[in-house]
């Protein structure tokens, strides 16, 4: 009979012999994970490998066929495909140094007055026609250009200062103005302002005759002092029934008239200011002739609609300026190459303390202010401030704010024609939402004192012709807005704007009045307007 010893041995024996083979159980189990997980681990690589390959196969193809389709000539469907074929005319007949009346008969005419805008599907259709689609893509970021610098030479001053220059042929700062009897208590009936046809504004005074004013301008606006309180009482009226006006004698506006200097502003824009304000930011376009045409480089296709109205350029303010001295002083004609400044303030600076605000908000008090003033009378609604520096000739094209709008003169003067938001459907507003012009018109009004010339020296389309006949007859006034003064601009009034000479114009709106005027109109009639 075994011992207890024994009994206890044999126990032992056995416990470690099922111990070693569940451990050799785990371990083969353990082992079988592993190469399991090796195997899933190899299957996901193969698979992502493939992905991959797949993927880059297919990002090669579509490179190819991108490139490819990019050197053939590009088609467009529907309405876009007589837009292309016009557009590839105007640029053909660019390259080749002729004007599109050129390619179409074959011969030269150096004495057509070509212009730029010759496509006229960059103009919305005529009354009664359908609507045009447009599916064009443009650049984002705008579009580079590299200015032109062979007037420097002639820019070149006698003396050490630019600014001792004899300056513009016409000086509208001094010029002789007649201004309208003061009326108190506005007229609500539509007589006031008065509007005359556009055709009759430029005929008295053509747009680029800057050289050659009438002796006398004749203003229709009303001109109310900022010193006197019963004549800003009247002024608040005017405003408070969205009518156009201007003030002038206004000290802060006098003040900056005075500072803003070239070297100035230049040192604000370089950030060389002696007051330790923050540099300020501007940028510089430039048009192959003295118009300008609002646009979304993003969408602006040069193969669908021909160059772009303008390109921008790196040049400092310095730079600006010392070319607007130059075009001043030699009259630089309208066919030549313009250049146009502009800079602003964003919203939130006003709050910030004193010593963050930039030399414009500094400056203008009343349109940076967080608290209501005459000018900036709704501040929470106030989108910033927006300054655009102008050379002799430089013209916007036609266009609504939805802010109501105060723009102050700090230096030289500008040609503003207004009209009401109901002439909208006069105006060639463009209505595609997709154009990069949505909103705004192409028009160059000045034009319409052209229409019946027949002597073969004018180059217009039917397009800008029949819509050039429908601007003509536009309720339309003329004012000019001199260096002191500020005009007020009511909601959805489209402006049309000249800069005479050099000048300085910085601009602040205090949101939206739907209703306007009872006599003129307001977001209803510009929003039927543009229905597409």
Same mark, same amino acid.
């Given at each position: 009979?075994?011992?207890?010893?024994?009994?206890?041995?044999?126990?032992?024996?056995?416990?470690?012999?099922?111990?070693?083979? +569940?451990?050799?159980?785990?371990?083969?189990?353990?082992?079988?994970?592993?190469?399991?997980?090796?195997?899933?681990?190899? &299957?996901?690589?193969?698979?992502?490998?493939?992905?991959?390959?797949?993927?880059?196969?297919?990002?090669?193809?579509?490179?190819?066929?991108?490139?490819? *389709?990019?050197?053939?000539?590009?088609?467009?469907?529907?309405?876009?495909? @007589?837009?292309?074929?016009?557009?590839?005319?105007?640029?053909?007949?660019?390259?080749?140094?002729?004007?599109?009346?050129?390619?179409?008969?074959?011969?030269?005419?150096?004495?057509?007055?070509?212009?730029? /805008?010759?496509?006229?599907?960059?103009?919305?259709?005529?009354?009664?026609?359908?609507? $045009?689609?447009?599916?064009?893509?443009?650049?984002?970021?705008?579009?580079?250009? %590299?200015?032109?610098?062979?007037?420097?030479?002639?820019?070149?001053?006698?003396?050490?200062?630019?600014?001792?220059?004899?300056?513009?042929?016409?000086?509208?700062?001094?010029?002789?103005? @007649?201004?309208?009897?003061?009326?108190?208590?506005?007229?609500?009936?539509?007589?006031?302002? +008065?509007?005359?046809?556009?055709?009759?504004?430029?005929?008295?005074?053509?747009?680029?005759?800057?050289?050659?004013?009438?002796?006398?301008?004749?203003?229709?606006?009303?001109?109310?002092?900022?010193?006197?309180? %019963?004549?800003? @009482?009247?002024?608040?009226?005017?405003?408070?029934?969205?009518?156009?006006?201007?003030?002038?004698?206004?000290? &802060? !506006?006098?003040?900056?008239?005075?500072?803003? #200097?070239?070297?100035?502003?230049?040192?604000?824009?370089?950030?060389?200011?002696?007051?330790?304000?923050?540099?300020?930011?501007?940028?510089?376009?430039?048009?192959?002739?003295?118009?300008?045409?609002?646009?979304?480089?993003?969408?602006?296709?040069?193969?669908?609609?021909?160059?772009?109205?303008? !390109?921008?350029?790196?040049?400092?303010?310095?730079?600006?300026?010392?070319?607007?001295? /130059?075009?001043?002083?030699?009259?630089? =004609?309208?066919?030549?190459?313009?250049?146009?400044?502009?800079?602003?303030?964003?919203?939130?600076?006003?709050?910030?303390?004193?010593?963050?605000? #930039?030399? !414009?908000?500094?400056?203008?008090?009343?349109?940076?202010?967080?608290?209501?003033?005459?000018?900036?009378?709704? =501040?929470?609604?106030?989108?910033?401030?927006?300054?655009?520096?102008?050379?002799?000739?430089?013209?916007?094209?036609?266009? /609504?704010?939805?802010?109501?709008?105060?723009?102050?003169?700090?230096?030289?003067?500008?040609?503003?024609?207004?009209?009401?938001?109901?002439?909208?459907?006069?105006?060639?507003?463009?209505?595609?939402?997709?154009? =990069?012009? /949505?909103?705004?018109?192409?028009?160059?009004?000045?034009?319409?004192?052209?229409?019946?010339?027949?002597?073969?020296?004018? $180059?217009?389309?039917?397009?800008?012709?029949?819509?050039?006949?429908?601007?003509?007859?536009?309720?339309?006034?003329?004012?000019?807005?001199?260096?002191? @003064?500020?005009?007020?601009?009511?909601?959805?009034?489209?402006?049309?704007?000249?800069?005479?000479?050099?000048?300085?114009?910085?601009?602040?709106?205090?949101?939206?009045? $739907?209703?306007?005027?009872?006599?003129?109109?307001?977001? %209803?009639?510009?929003?039927?307007?543009? *229905?597409?």
């Amino acid at each position: 009979m075994p011992s207890d010893g024994d009994v206890k041995r044999r126990t032992n024996v056995k416990r470690t012999k099922r111990k070693n083979a +569940a451990n050799d159980s785990d371990a083969a189990r353990r082992k079988d994970r592993k190469k399991q997980s090796r195997r899933l681990r190899e &299957e996901h690589n193969r698979r992502a490998a493939l992905i991959f390959f797949a993927s880059s196969l297919f990002f090669v193809a579509v490179i190819f066929l991108y490139l490819r *389709k990019s050197k053939q000539e590009p088609h467009y469907y529907g309405s876009d495909t @007589e837009r292309y074929m016009r557009a590839k005319a105007v640029l053909d007949a660019a390259h080749s140094g002729k004007t599109l009346d050129d390619t179409r008969k074959g011969e030269g005419n150096s004495n057509v007055k070509s212009m730029r /805008y010759l496509d006229p599907r960059q103009l919305p259709p005529l009354p009664g026609e359908p609507s $045009e689609p447009y599916f064009g893509k443009g650049r984002k970021g705008g579009f580079p250009g %590299e200015g032109d610098d062979a007037w420097q030479a002639d820019a070149k001053p006698k003396s050490n200062s630019y600014f001792k220059r004899r300056g513009p042929k016409v000086d509208y700062t001094k010029h002789e103005y @007649e201004y309208p009897d003061l009326m108190y208590d506005p007229p609500n009936d539509g007589t006031y302002p +008065a509007l005359e046809k556009m055709s009759a504004i430029f005929e008295t005074w053509g747009q680029d005759d800057l050289d050659s004013p009438p002796d006398t301008l004749v203003e229709v606006l009303q001109h109310f002092d900022f010193q006197d309180p %019963e004549q800003m @009482e009247a002024a608040t009226k005017y405003r408070d029934l969205e009518l156009p006006f201007k003030v002038y004698n206004i000290p &802060e !506006v006098r003040a900056a008239h005075e500072k803003w #200097t070239d070297e100035y502003v230049a040192s604000n824009f370089n950030g060389e200011n002696d007051d330790d304000a923050p540099p300020s930011r501007g940028a510089c376009q430039q048009s192959q002739d003295n118009f300008f045409a609002f646009h979304r480089p993003p969408l602006w296709s040069v193969q669908l609609l021909g160059a772009p109205p303008s !390109v921008d350029l790196e040049w400092t303010f310095d730079k600006w300026a010392r070319h607007a001295v /130059y075009a001043d002083e030699v009259s630089l =004609p309208k066919s030549e190459k313009h250049y146009y400044f502009q800079s602003g303030v964003n919203r939130e600076e006003r709050r910030k303390k004193w010593r963050h605000w #930039t030399f !414009v908000s500094r400056d203008l008090p009343s349109f940076s202010n967080s608290e209501p003033t005459f000018f900036g009378f709704n =501040p929470p609604a106030q989108k910033g401030i927006q300054c655009r520096f102008g050379e002799r000739g430089v013209t916007a094209a036609t266009h /609504y704010d939805g802010g109501r709008n105060m723009i102050a003169m700090i230096t030289g003067a500008k040609r503003y024609v207004l009209s009401p938001p109901f002439a909208c459907p006069q105006l060639g507003i463009v209505t595609s939402r997709e154009h =990069p012009s /949505y909103r705004h018109s192409m028009l160059n009004f000045g034009r319409v004192t052209l229409l019946d010339e027949d002597d073969g020296t004018v $180059e217009m389309s039917k397009r800008e012709k029949e819509w050039l006949r429908i601007s003509a007859d536009a309720p339309t006034l003329s004012t000019v807005l001199k260096a002191g @003064e500020v005009l007020y601009v009511p909601s959805h009034w489209f402006h049309y704007i000249t800069s005479l000479q050099k000048s300085a114009q910085c601009n602040t709106r205090s949101g939206m009045h $739907e209703e306007g005027n009872e006599n003129f109109g307001g977001l %209803e009639e510009v929003e039927d307007c543009i *229905k597409d």
